[in-house]
């Protein structure tokens, strides 16, 4: 035997299918939007530049590498190491790169305990102006590669 459908109970699906279409038109609008509105998703904003300017400070590079004192000039910036995802699955990379010219002492004195050469490097865009013409890299420890001629040293570094 087939029971009745009692009117209360009709109200109470009919209200609870109602609530549940509403909830899905917002979410399906929110997912919409979220390209249009940065953090309506939690997302970064997806025109935040992915790198820095160029920096020339010497201080860090000076503490980061203290072999390598006295820096004449440093030229250097940090990226992010990979593509951005949303939901942001965990904490972000980011790798430094640069290129510092120290004194040509020192370069002597660093290049005789260098390696044999090394492949060029993947030096970025905004780098390229401030590395030397024709280099000839020597690995001398640290990921750090010498240019005995220009007394020049390209360092990368990926930290979190």
């Not at 209360?8 to 038109?25: D, E, F, G, M, Q």
């Not at 865009?125 to 001629?149: K, N, S, T, V, Y």
């Amino acid at each position: 035997m087939m029971q009745r459908v009692t009117r209360p109970a009709k109200i109470a699906l009919l209200i609870t299918a109602a609530l549940s279409a509403c909830v899905i038109a917002a979410c399906g609008v929110a997912l919409a939007l979220r390209d249009w509105v940065p953090g309506l998703a939690g997302c970064a904003d997806p025109t935040r530049p992915p790198k820095t300017a160029v920096f020339t400070a010497t201080v860090r590079i000076e503490q980061m590498y203290p072999q390598l004192k006295p820096i004449r000039s440093v030229h250097w910036q940090e990226h992010e190491a990979r593509a951005r995802s949303c939901p942001e699955i965990g904490p972000m990379d980011y790798e430094m790169n640069g290129l510092a010219v120290i004194t040509p002492d020192r370069a002597a004195e660093l290049s005789t305990t260098a390696a044999s050469a090394a492949p060029p490097p993947d030096i970025p865009a905004d780098l390229r102006p401030f590395a030397p013409a024709d280099p000839h890299w020597q690995p001398i420890g640290q990921g750090l590669l010498l240019d005995r001629e220009s007394a020049t040293v390209y360092f990368t570094r990926i930290s979190s």
